[in-house]
């Protein structure tokens, strides 16, 4: 079969590719890709700026069906559209494992990065990481569950946002869309900043009911959720921070960045962050979901060919849209 391949370290070195087709292992699935989302994190892959084993077909944001099961997975899966954890494996024994953080654990290897990810036809998952999708939920929106999964656990691992925060989100992209959804289900009055260039993704934000805005003042916050990974971005939200108050950095800039780091100690301002998800992070971003508490389908722009790939991660890096993902199924 073919994948979206990352062939080699270093910028570019992208390319669809002939990938073996999985057999289940124990204890293991393979899931038909139903739809792939493409996330920041993997133009980073492209850029070379975040690490890989590889060859490795890239994309971990999926939604699929279980088509094939490893001995030890109850049959009752077989043919059930599900989401699905990102972590292939980890060492189950050290003391993130063991208390609920996965994510952190030094023997991880997750899929997209370690091991074959979701940009290809078929998909070799845990069974202990599949979520099933509600029925009304359609392929390419479930998708969305997982980078979801990780802004629930930004945000409430710990607990970020009160009732009646002002909650002021830096970067309008998918996950800052998502970010200021979750905040204001947690009691926040959040407002939406971004650029020039963002007027696509700001239009949404107003249409999910978010003040925005883009140059001059922007409103001072309890908390700034800063999602835009850009060297001005992460200052502004520095700057905005009220005095202690919080700040939850979610961007990836990929590289070095010189900031105004001193707000930090001047405001007694307390930084947190998030890396990819947990199991408890899943819970609380499907009940979100189940409760209709976060809007996913508006943030998908186009679903595209995996052959377009090209179009789609440039319209990604461009900001031409919200959401892109791959389905390998069409033509």
Excluded at 1 to 27: D, I, S, Y
Excluded at 97 to 126: K, M, Q, W, Y
Excluded at 180 to 193: I, Y
Aim: glycine letters at 10%; aromatic letters at 4%; proline letters at 7%.
């Amino acid at each position: 079969m073919r994948g979206l391949t990352k062939l080699a370290p270093g910028a570019g070195n992208l390319a669809l590719a002939e990938r073996p087709e999985p057999e289940p292992a124990p204890g293991h699935t393979v899931l038909e890709v139903l739809a792939a989302g493409i996330c920041g994190t993997d133009l980073h892959i492209a850029d070379g700026e975040y690490a890989t084993v590889t060859p490795v077909t890239v994309g971990h944001e999926v939604s699929g069906v279980v088509a094939r099961i490893g001995d030890g997975v109850e049959e009752s899966w077989l043919g059930v559209r599900v989401v699905s954890e990102t972590y292939f494996s980890t060492c189950g024994r050290c003391s993130f494992c063991t208390s609920g953080r996965p994510n952190l654990c030094a023997e991880r290897r997750s899929i997209g990065t370690h091991v074959d990810g979701a940009f290809a036809p078929l998909l070799h998952v845990p069974a202990t990481g599949l979520h099933r999708v509600p029925d009304w939920l359609d392929d390419s929106t479930a998708a969305l569950s997982e980078p979801l999964a990780c802004v629930c656990h930004s945000l409430h691992d710990p607990p970020s946002v009160e009732e009646g925060d002002d909650v002021l989100v830096v970067g309008p992209g998918p996950i800052g869309l998502l970010a200021a959804q979750v905040a204001r289900a947690a009691g926040g009055r959040v407002h939406v900043r971004g650029t020039p260039r963002d007027e696509t993704r700001l239009e949404k934000a107003r249409e999910l009911g978010f003040e925005t805005s883009t140059g001059g003042e922007c409103p001072e916050a309890d908390v700034v959720v800063e999602c835009s990974g850009n060297e001005h971005g992460i200052a502004l939200a520095l700057e905005r921070v009220r005095r202690g108050g919080r700040l939850v950095q979610m961007g990836l800039a990929g590289k070095p960045v010189s900031i105004p780091f001193d707000h930090v100690c001047f405001k007694e301002v307390a930084v947190s962050s998030g890396f990819a998800s947990t199991p408890a992070s899943w819970g609380r971003a499907l009940a979100l979901v189940d409760d209709r508490a976060v809007a996913l389908d508006p943030l998908v722009t186009e679903v595209v060919p995996l052959a377009e790939w090209e179009r789609a991660f440039a319209a990604t890096r461009a900001a031409e849209g919200i959401k892109f993902v791959l389905d390998p199924r069409a033509t």
